[in-house]
């Protein structure tokens, strides 16, 4: 049908029409008939043009209205980013976004450590410790460090059972003991032999209780606990800080099978004492990486890619303008969206900034990491793409045209 359509149109044309008017004519034919059909299948490359209000395709939400707390598949209403949109935000306090002291805000995992209620303590010995005891005015019972050896090489050890071996107090568990405990249990018994006893104990090696601090840390590796409070700041800075690559609002502890996220930013940002918990031998810190903390701006763009956020700190503005901002030449800047998608649940917004004005909306919404930015290509470069993939047909169907074959006495 369509084919007698094309033949009734061309033979309907003047004889004196040239052959370059007849090219254009059957041009703009085809093209046309090009136009009826479906975009998705004429037009090259990924347009937004059919998800003007919602979303062309159902995404995860929670359906508020059946109360059910898993996703379900919906079209998702796209939200206009507008001056009262962001008002909302701040006022609001959104969840996920953090208002720092230096200004701005910053886009936060909650934080679900637990208050521990831990209050520091003296330390307890346990097996592998090392205590040094000197009992004053007898030096024929205190070993002497002598010149060389230190004071760990002539300490006494506490053996795996718990136990030291004291002379003239023989065999004691000072396992779960704190130094002020063994010393007056020493001098209790050894004021039996030795009158009016004054002796001092210390720990000179702490090995029985530890930490352990892995991932983007300088120095990575077991932290010992010792007389000193051991919380997360301090078992951080003892492994030498964290790296330029870590990610500070993420940060994992894992305490007999379960697992805590800590937020670290907040902590040195913003002063929340909250978060520097209290460490118990056997935890292990995690200091992850920042590579999850990316954004994603494709579309119309000069430069499209994933870009790692600076302490999950970047706003719409930033991202198009790490991007070599919008193409002046295909683009239409009236339609970028922002796809979001948290906790099972997605969410579309979409910026006008068809004026160089609405870009102060861009600055003042800021990304959560993997969102992802689309710049919507012009309706005038669909068009274009369209006409070049038609050209290579149109010139073919030309060429044939003008052919003439001996075989049919020249005739076309």
Request: charged fraction near 20%; proline fraction near 6%; include cysteine.
């Amino acid at each position: 049908m369509k084919g007698k359509w094309l033949s009734s149109s061309f033979s309907g044309l003047s004889p004196a029409m040239t052959t370059s008017g007849k090219w254009f004519v059957r041009t703009g034919l085809i093209a046309g008939l090009a136009g009826a059909l479906s975009a998705c299948t004429v037009i090259p490359g990924t347009s937004a043009w059919d998800m003007r209000t919602t979303s062309s395709v159902p995404l995860p939400i929670v359906d508020d209205e059946a109360r059910q707390s898993e996703p379900v598949p919906d079209n998702v209403t796209i939200t206009p980013i507008t001056a009262d949109l962001i008002i909302a935000q701040i006022r609001n306090a959104e969840p996920g976004f953090r208002s720092t002291q230096s200004g701005g805000r910053t886009a936060v995992r909650p934080a679900t450590v637990p208050d521990f209620g831990l209050a520091h303590q003296d330390y307890e010995l346990g097996p592998g410790d090392i205590i040094n005891v000197i009992v004053w005015d007898h030096p024929e019972i205190t070993i002497p460090a002598g010149s060389y050896r230190s004071a760990e090489q002539s300490g006494t050890l506490v053996a795996d059972d718990g136990t030291i071996f004291f002379p003239y107090a023989g065999t004691l568990n000072v396992a779960g003991k704190t130094p002020r405990q063994v010393r007056e249990i020493l001098a209790q018994r050894l004021s039996k032999v030795i009158e009016n006893v004054q002796l001092d104990v210390r720990v000179v090696a702490f090995r029985s209780k530890r930490v352990y601090v892995v991932g983007e840390v300088r120095e990575p590796g077991l932290q010992p606990i010792n007389d000193i409070k051991m919380t997360l700041v301090e078992a951080i800075n003892r492994a030498g800080g964290i790296t330029i690559e870590a990610d500070h609002g993420n940060v994992l502890l894992t305490r007999g099978g379960q697992t805590w996220r800590v937020d670290l930013q907040a902590l040195y940002e913003d002063g929340d004492v909250s978060q520097n918990v209290e460490l118990q031998p056997g935890d292990i810190v995690n200091v992850p990486d920042r590579q999850l903390n990316k954004i994603f701006v494709l579309g119309e763009v000069r430069e499209p890619g994933s870009f790692v956020m600076n302490k999950r700190r970047t706003t719409l503005a930033e991202a198009l303008s790490e991007a070599g901002f919008v193409n002046q030449i295909t683009s239409d800047p009236s339609w970028i969206y922002v796809m979001r998608s948290d906790n099972g649940t997605s969410e579309l917004f979409h910026l006008n900034a068809s004026s160089p004005d609405s870009l102060l909306l861009a600055e003042g919404f800021p990304l959560r990491p993997r969102d992802i930015v689309y710049v919507d290509v012009a309706a005038v470069a669909r068009w274009n793409r369209v006409v070049s993939n038609i050209l290579p047909t149109s010139q073919m169907l030309n060429l044939l045209g003008e052919t003439r074959y001996p075989l049919f006495n020249g005739r076309q």
